[in-house]
């Protein structure tokens, strides 16, 4: 008996066939596939019950299966190495900016950890290129070589731009306001949490803390800075190593805002008091920056902006539509809160 009307939608949880469709509409398999591509000789009437039947089945083509026939998924990666305040952040953007283009958003992580071995994007774009995914954006990646299986686009990558698309923020100047505000307030021994060596993102905000303090008449200290490679966890041994000193820092400026957290524990662990034994500045401008005891002084990167320029970089690059720049770099500002003072 053909179900034209009312077709219940499935309780189980077997996923949704084609078949299922065609028997619940009363037409056969070959008119729903017309169907669902579009194609011509089926009859205005037919199509709109058998597209009745689709949204109350909750009927969904397989991407592999699109991919298939189109060679297309219309759909788009962000890979990360994990989710991080970070990551997630820069996932708000690309899921806000890739409403109406006609593209859908899959986020991936293989479940490493930050600092995981180099070339996890050459592995994650392997499972997903060509049947899964038609371009990526790759947050923080190690690598810039990444095989040339779908457009990429990069942010924030730890080399630098070199010759891949790349969206970052002006990592140097963002330093050096953040440096810039301590010295305003009288710190004079101002310590430096870095990230990662490798980073292009670390080099650039340690040359940012170094062009402030040269600019004031001072050298950096080379007693002053350590490496924190952007983990809150990280961050507690060379946080108290600098605050354990004779002559301990008076303000310390941390390349993250997880490390400036990690240094705000460590504060208190150690009897300081922030701000008035201590200042403390980040980087990022994270949801968590504004939540600690007292909130975080921090450079605010555009981090949704960071993801949502990807994108329609990204869109470009897949359309064959020559963008206007293929690093786009986005301004930042420094967030006064309560954990910086005059000294």
Not at 83 to 105: D, H, M, N, Q, V
Not at 197 to 219: F, H, I, M, N, T
Not at 234 to 247: I, K, Q, V, Y
């Amino acid at each position: 008996m053909n179900r034209t009307h009312g077709a219940a939608p499935r309780t189980d949880l077997q996923r949704v066939t084609i078949t299922d469709v065609a028997e619940a509409a009363g037409v056969s398999v070959a008119t729903v596939s017309k169907v669902i591509n579009s194609r011509y000789g089926v009859a205005a009437a037919t199509s709109q019950r058998v597209q009745q039947v689709i949204d109350e089945l909750g009927y969904e083509s397989s991407l592999v299966a699109r991919s298939l026939r189109s060679h297309r998924t219309n759909v788009i990666g962000i890979l990360v190495a994990e989710f991080e305040p970070f990551s997630t952040e820069i996932l708000k953007g690309t899921s806000r900016a890739i409403a109406g283009t006609g593209y859908e958003l899959l986020a991936y992580s293989g479940g490493g950890r930050a600092g995981a071995p180099a070339g996890w994007e050459r592995r994650y774009l392997s499972r997903l290129s060509g049947t899964l995914i038609d371009g990526a954006i790759l947050v923080t990646p190690t690598v810039v070589d990444t095989g040339g299986r779908v457009p990429v686009v990069a942010i924030d990558p730890h080399a630098g731009p070199a010759h891949m698309p790349t969206v970052d923020s002006d990592n140097e100047h963002g330093a050096q306001l953040a440096t810039e505000h301590l010295l305003r307030l009288g710190h004079r021994r101002i310590g430096f949490l870095g990230g990662r060596a490798d980073l292009e993102s670390s080099r650039l905000r340690e040359a940012g803390y170094r062009r402030a303090l040269a600019a004031a008449g001072l050298e950096a200290d080379p007693t002053l800075l350590r490496v924190a490679d952007y983990q809150q966890e990280g961050a507690a041994r060379p946080a108290r190593e600098l605050l354990s000193l004779p002559d301990r820092p008076t303000a310390i400026f941390a390349a993250n805002d997880l490390s400036a957290i990690g240094t705000l524990d460590v504060a208190q662990e150690l009897g300081l008091s922030v701000p008035d034994d201590l200042s403390v500045v980040g980087f990022d401008n994270v949801p968590e920056s504004a939540l600690t005891t007292p909130s975080l002084t921090t450079v605010a990167q555009p981090m949704q902006q960071l993801g949502s320029e990807a994108v329609t970089l990204l869109i470009q690059l897949m359309s064959d539509t020559e963008p206007g720049s293929t690093h786009v770099r986005l301004p930042v500002r420094l967030v006064e809160r309560g954990s910086t003072r005059a000294r």
